[in-house]
């Protein structure tokens, strides 16, 4: 096959989609989309079943929610994203729609609703797609795409791309972070239970998840002046976090957390992402004051 990057493979797919041309250039990942907004270059924005939590600066992604001429938000809970939208478009959940899924292999899973509009009590609201074409069309824009199997009709008809991919956009390798003194690489993942939006209401299921805690090896452990059980304070320049400490078989200078099972989660409460360097050290006794630099989250 031809090399994507080839003009007459975009010419091909222009003029199955009967358009003049496709862009010739990358669009923006999604923290060039937070920026632009952020900084006033995007007029419009539309989130679809995004928390701010799961961006990967929390902080800057609540400026460019505010900063954002117009904010619509597709969406099965309440959030901090419908919170500041100007229209909210309630969609139906997983469970009441098929689609598909797309493993970290590439290997594509299709699925068929598990709950059926005949089953339910309720009218379902309409899928994420469904919104999508019905906005196009209000924009004049017609996809022609009114459900699953006409989307499905429509990729089975481009076929898959068998030539090689493009080279960029690269992003060359970064210097590892050297901790010091009462420093840590910041290391952790969202656990399977924690404070998603749809495990909201439900206190059975809350009531199972895991105990939040931080973890240290036995070396940083000692090094910081702490010891399995007590109150470890994780700080970056947002604030500090306070878990209690589990010692660990694991590398030193590293300090392990949930990212979202506190607070407004890890990388918002305290401003860093998993590969930054945080401070720690054990938690300030209460009463004790506390530097404007280190205000509780």
């Known amino acids: ?102 493993n970290w292999e590439g290997r594509v899973r299709m699925f068929q609703a598990a709950l059926k509009p005949e089953q339910m009590p309720r009218t379902l609201a309409p899928t994420d797609s469904r919104v999508l074409h019905m906005l196009a069309d209000a924009m004049d824009v017609h996809f022609a795409l009114p459900d699953l199997t006409a989307a499905r009709r429509e ?57 939040a805690v931080a973890r240290l090896s036995a070396v940083t452990a000692a090094e910081t002046g702490v010891k399995d059980g007590d109150l470890l304070a994780v700080t970056g320049p947002a604030g500090t976090v306070e878990l209690p400490l589990a010692v660990t078989d694991m590398p030193d200078r590293v300090v392990w957390v949930p990212l979202n099972s506190v607070g407004r989660g890890i990388p918002a409460d305290t401003g860093v992402n998993p590969g930054g360097l945080v401070r720690i050290g054990p938690a300030a006794a209460p009463g004790a004051p506390v530097e404007p630099s280190e205000v509780r989250a």
Do not use: C, Y
């Open 1 to 102: 096959g031809r090399p994507a990057t080839d003009p007459r493979a975009r010419d091909e797919v222009a003029e199955l989609w009967r358009l003049a041309e496709l862009p010739s250039r990358h669009g923006r990942d999604t923290g060039q989309i937070v920026e632009a907004a952020a900084t006033g270059e995007l007029g419009a924005l539309l989130v679809a079943g995004v928390g701010v939590e799961d961006l990967p600066d929390p902080n800057r992604a609540i400026q460019a929610l505010n900063e954002v001429g117009f904010l619509v938000s597709l969406e099965l809970r309440p959030s901090a994203v419908t919170a500041r939208a100007d229209v909210v478009f309630p969609v139906a959940a997983v469970a009441e729609k098929s689609g598909t899924f797309l």
């Open 155 to 211: 990729l089975d008809r481009l076929g898959g791309w068998e030539g090689g991919h493009a080279d960029d956009p690269r992003e060359g390798a970064q210097p590892l972070p050297r901790p010091g003194d009462g420093e840590a690489v910041l290391a952790g993942h969202r656990m399977l239970l924690d404070l998603g939006r749809l495990q909201e209401g439900d206190t059975a299921l809350a009531g199972t998840r895991h105990a």
